[in-house]
């Protein structure tokens, strides 16, 4: 054994056993360690005899290991074997029986899952297809009850009840298509050729018809004597306020509805109402330029003026008596409906009222214009100049008349004919409130520059 350690001792163990050593790295040492690096050519011959000696001690080494212990090694393998073996016996029913219980399980359990699962795709699939029929029926329907309603509103009769008809039938489908989640009613409507052409054709021309009809009831909304010949009766009034109330609420359903909607507008009702005034103002601002500078033609002007402002009067009282439609749409675009119909607008406005807003805003458009008639001089500037007193009186009673409305239209704004009766068939009703602001806003308007 001293003689096999002896011998085992040659060869340096650790640096092959080394975790760092590099077989190139290691050739390079035993080349440079064996010849001159300037030599040309190099002697390979006396390393390469070193790392051959090294292989020759080592399977000797090996050959004298395996001859003295090869009864150990035999013995340790018989053993192994057998207990190999005994293993394997062991292992083999048992393995047996797992591959019976899973050819079982397969059988019974996999195999019927996988046919369930078909069944259950083929289900969802159905049902699928069966919610889709379903909500394609209901659109369907509503747009055959939007075509009829649309012909109850432009029949020979007009029936402005048909306005709100067709507004909530619009907005039911609205809500249908606004459903776009999978599993909502509204989910893959748009991918059906059907769903499209009933929006292309039906739906969408229906809708710009009822907005357009709505939005022409508003510009004719008149309730004041002095804007036609003759007085109106109270059911003429009535007809008129009641065709206002069905476009003003129109409107306000009709309105665009996006998600979420906690600061909701009717934008569509707010910009007709906001039309309806600004053609009162520009029409005034312009037969009010113009009789300024023709002074006969001014008291019919102003009377015109006045009639528009007891208009504008009539539609105030007819707003803030107006509750706001139930919104089908309200609960999910989560907002708060206002009390009456003049407030949006009125917070839209920026104003406390109606013909405040009129007079004022009338006011600060006509300062320039009499400026520009006193600028040209002439004929027409000295005589406004010279009637400065009887123009100022003129527009102060243009200011209260026009805070004035008549009886009937009252009662159709209070809805009683209780109220034409209280006051004469003909006669005229104040408006609340004080006005003195307005007058005095206007006359200075155009007095102010008369000096």
């Known amino acids: 054994m001293a003689e096999l350690d002896d011998q085992s001792s040659y060869i340096d163990y650790e640096t092959f056993l080394a975790p760092e050593f590099n077989a190139a790295g290691f050739a390079n040492t035993l080349v440079l360690s064996t010849n001159d690096p300037n ?71 996999i195999q019927k899952y996988e046919e369930a699962d078909d069944v259950r795709q083929v289900a969802l699939r159905l049902w699928e297809a069966t919610r889709l029929g379903r909500s394609i029926a209901r659109c369907l329907q509503l747009g055959r009850q939007l075509e009829l309603q649309n012909t109850e509103l432009l029949g020979d009769k007009e029936d402005h009840r048909a306005l709100v008809r067709c507004a909530h039938t619009i907005l039911s489908l609205r809500e249908v298509f606004q459903q776009k989640s999978p599993g909502a009613e509204g989910f ?40 036609s010949l003759r007085e109106l009766t109270f059911a003429q009034a009535e007809h008129a306020k009641a065709r206002t109330v069905s476009a003003l609420t129109t409107l306000y359903l009709v ?19 906001e039309l309806y005034l600004r053609a009162a103002l520009q029409s005034s601002l312009a037969a009010l330029a113009r009789s300024l500078a023709a002074l006969p033609t001014l008291d019919r002007t102003l009377n015109e003026v006045s009639a528009r402002c007891q208009n504008i009067v009539a539609l105030q009282q007819v707003l803030s008596q107006t509750k706001p ?88 704004a209070d ?28 006359v200075a308007s155009v007095v102010n520059h008369l000096r």
């Open 39 to 109: 030599d040309a050519p190099l002697d390979l011959a006396t390393p390469l005899s070193r790392v051959l000696f090294d292989i020759q001690e080592i399977d000797s080494h090996i050959d004298v290991l395996t001859a003295r212990s090869a009864v150990p090694l035999l013995t340790h393998t018989k053993t192994q074997t057998e207990a190999s073996t005994r293993l394997l016996a062991d292992v083999g029913p048992q393995l047996s029986s797992l591959n019976d219980s899973y050819a079982q399980l397969e059988a019974k359990v």
């Open 188 to 227: 893959g409507l748009d991918r059906v050729d059907a769903i499209q052409a009933l929006q292309n054709t039906v739906v969408g021309p229906v809708e710009k018809t009822v907005r357009e009809t709505a939005e022409r009831y508003v510009r004719e909304f008149s309730l004041s004597a002095a804007s």
């Open 255 to 273: 309105s665009p509805s996006p998600f979420p909607a906690p600061n909701w507008t009717p934008a569509t009702m707010l910009q007709a109402l």
């Open 325 to 412: 439609p139930s919104h089908p749409l309200q609960e999910l675009m989560a907002f708060h409906s206002p009390g009456t119909l003049l407030q949006p607008l009125l917070a839209k406005l920026e104003t406390g009222s109606l013909p405040g807003y009129f007079w004022r805003t009338l006011a600060g458009h006509l300062s320039p214009r009499v400026q520009d008639i006193i600028t040209r001089g002439g004929v027409s500037a000295r005589t406004l100049r010279s009637n400065r007193t009887n123009v100022g009186e003129s527009i102060r009673e243009c200011v209260i008349k026009g805070m004035q409305v008549s009886s009937t239209a009252i009662a159709a």
């Open 415 to 442: 809805g009683t004919a209780a109220a034409a009766a209280s006051n004469g068939a003909g006669g005229i009703a104040a408006a609340s409130g004080s006005w003195d602001r307005e007058i005095a806003v206007m």
